[in-house]
């Protein structure tokens, strides 16, 4: 109700006053405590970057970003080499009392939609030109209750424009289509994955991949139960008029491994092109003399932006494998699309039913091969 | 610098990059209608049109132009074609 009667606090404050109610509700009053500490540190971080900015001092601003970034970063990877259970398999990690309470700040910034969020607000503000909001609206940007858990990512940008987009008008038509993006959620995600892991792993059972047909089943299940959650946060953030974006866009049609990255956990793939890939390729394009050097030194900003993906969910050497494998995959697909585009073999007709067909079942080759490769470090623990 | 220019020569960019040497530089074509407008070769075009044109884009203006249409209007903004010499121009011809 809060959202949708006309009160004249923006639209940013008056749902992150109601996201903090539902964390403390789903996730605890710790939860929610945390979430306001973490959104107050940040704001304290950046509002003198702000400052200098508006007075125009603008030397030292890029240096105190990459701080404030380094700062988000460095707790990051601690929790993950010294507090994450995974990284010690087949035992539990008992946490000194005295640091409790840092294990549970590192808790909400890794492998965590907070972090990427954090990093995405701290780029908007620094080096772009986006408004900081107050420290409780930053809540509702930081950790809104309906993609807490496994996102979307939803840009910074896009959530500060909530506050001038004129909402229009509660209809029928509007919660019907909500509901029904909510419904399907629910039951992909409870029926269809939960019944998938019930069959494969029972009901105490872990998820564990012995086989490259346990890993296509894995890939079957986490599809439905991350894409089903993805619609649910959808369909909430439709209902409420907060920007959630759509996650997942048929990825089994994929043709290419470089495709299927484009319809898999879409935003976090905006995420990664946006903050890391494509400042870092325009960095390296504009400093290489010759032209057919672009496309070469593309490559890099590729391997780190997979790496980054791959350390996100563990910072182990295998996700370091896959990551630099994903790209090196994908830089051969693209040397090979832009030999066939130079012969013109892609607009021919045959080639076209070829890639349909074949496509997919080589790109669902290759992802099943690299779920089985770090299936077993991802789900223990 | 003037409208025509702008649409000349983003239209011989593309097809010289694409190696299409039809393709019509449309305001509503996105890298999804182009064979090869990859990430990789989204860079590429951008510095090109940066040398062409003499002018520089943001990170931001970089990730989120959505079509051809918007590629041509901040070229366009960043050379100093105002909106109503665009208007003018578009009229005349």
Redesign the interface.
């Given at each position: 109700m809060l959202l949708y009667v006309k009160l004249p606090a923006p639209m940013t404050l008056r749902f992150s006053i109601i996201n903090v109610f539902g964390v403390g509700l789903l996730f605890g009053a710790q939860a929610a405590g945390l979430l306001l500490g973490l959104a107050l540190v940040l704001w304290l971080i950046l509002w003198p970057i702000t400052i200098l900015k508006r007075r125009g001092h603008t030397r030292f601003v890029p240096w105190m970003g990459c701080l404030s970034i380094a700062l988000l970063a460095a707790l990051f990877i601690a929790y993950k080499l010294y507090f994450d259970t995974a990284l010690t398999v087949g035992r539990s990690v008992e946490h000194p009392a005295k640091i409790e309470a840092l294990y549970r700040l590192l808790r909400a910034v890794s492998f965590s939609y907070v972090f990427v969020r954090g990093i995405d607000l701290i780029r908007s503000v620094v080096?772009?030109s986006h408004r900081l909001l107050n420290p409780l609206s930053l809540t509702g940007y930081l950790g809104p209750f309906h993609m807490l858990i496994a996102g979307p990512i939803s840009p910074y940008?896009e959530h500060v424009k909530a506050d001038d987009v004129q909402r229009p008008k509660p209809t029928f038509a509007h919660l019907l289509t909500c509901t029904n993006t909510i419904a399907t959620g629910l039951f992909l995600k409870i029926v269809v994955a939960q019944a998938m892991k019930l069959f494969l792993f029972g009901v105490e059972g872990s998820i564990v991949s012995t086989s490259w047909v346990d890993s296509a089943y894995l890939l079957a299940f986490l599809f439905c139960d991350f894409a089903g959650y993805s619609l649910i946060a959808l369909g909430i953030g439709r209902l409420l008029h907060i920007p959630t974006p759509i996650n997942f866009d048929r990825p089994y049609l994929a043709t290419s491994v470089?495709d299927f990255w484009q319809r898999w956990h879409m935003s976090l793939g905006v995420f990664v092109?946006?903050n890391l890939?494509?400042?870092l390729?325009?960095f390296l394009?504009?400093r290489v003399k010759r032209?057919s050097w672009?496309?070469l030194v593309?490559v890099l900003p590729?391997a780190i932006a997979f790496v980054f993906v791959a350390m996100w969910h563990r910072v182990t050497v295998s996700f370091f494998i896959w990551g630099v494998a994903m790209a090196a995959v994908m830089t051969i697909e693209?040397l090979i699309?832009?030999r066939a585009?130079?012969r013109d073999w892609?607009?021919r007709p045959r080639v076209k039913i070829a890639l349909r067909v074949i496509g997919p079942v080589y790109t669902l080759s290759v992802i099943i091969t690299s779920v089985h490769y770090v299936a077993n470090e991802i789900f223990v623990g | 610098m003037n409208t025509h220019e702008v649409e000349t020569t983003v239209t011989d960019i593309l097809r010289t990059l694409f190696r299409q040497p039809t393709l019509e530089a449309r305001d509503d074509l996105t890298a999804r209608d182009v064979t090869g407008w990859d990430s990789l070769n989204h860079v590429n075009l951008i510095i090109q049109v940066e040398e062409e044109f003499g002018i520089r884009f943001s990170n931001d203006e970089v990730a989120n132009f959505v079509n051809v249409g918007e590629l041509k209007r901040l070229i366009r903004q960043k050379v100093g074609i105002t909106a109503d010499e665009s208007t003018a121009e578009a009229a005349t011809t």
């Open positions: 080096w772009s940008a470089t092109r946006n890939f494509l400042p390729q325009l394009a504009r032209r672009v496309t593309g590729l693209k699309r832009d585009a130079v892609l607009q | -």
